[in-house]
């Protein structure tokens, strides 16, 4: 069984920064990728950042690209989301994704519990 446990969100005004993090645990062979999602009320769930674990590659969605930074500690298996520039409309609940290995045969995207980030004044 594998746990995805995010921390970090919270209520900030326009223009401040915020750090999401995101800690894997469990039977863990592996970990391919893991990223991060956001779901605003009434809306779909989105892409929001990934990166492989390896080699450190990052994606980004066009939305926030050079104003949030996705990084990873291997040692940890833990991903961070340093959120800059916040706008009104990245309010919205960060899923953490994960793609891991659990076995030789068994490999499954998992998610956490999600934390909300509001950015307001």
């Known amino acids: 069984q594998v746990q995805l446990v995010e921390s970090g969100g919270g209520l900030v005004e326009p223009g401040g920064s915020l750090r999401l993090s995101c800690a894997a645990s469990?039977?863990?062979?592996?970990?391919?990728?893991m990223g991060w999602y956001r779901q605003a009320p009434g809306k779909q769930r989105e892409f929001v950042a990934t990166?492989?674990?390896?080699?450190?590659?990052?994606i980004y969605a066009d939305s926030v690209k050079g104003r949030f930074t996705i990084s990873r500690d291997n040692a940890k298996n833990t991903v961070y989301l340093q959120m800059n520039s916040l706008k009104p409309e990245d309010t919205a609940v960060y899923y953490c994704?994960?793609?891991?290995?659990?076995?030789?045969?068994?490999?499954?995207?998992?998610w956490g519990q999600g934390t909300q980030v509001t950015v307001s004044s």
């Open positions: 994704n994960g793609n891991i290995q659990i076995s030789p045969w068994s490999q499954n995207d998992y």
């Open positions: 469990g039977t863990i062979l592996s970990i391919s990728t």
């Open positions: 990166i492989i674990h390896s080699g450190g590659q990052t």
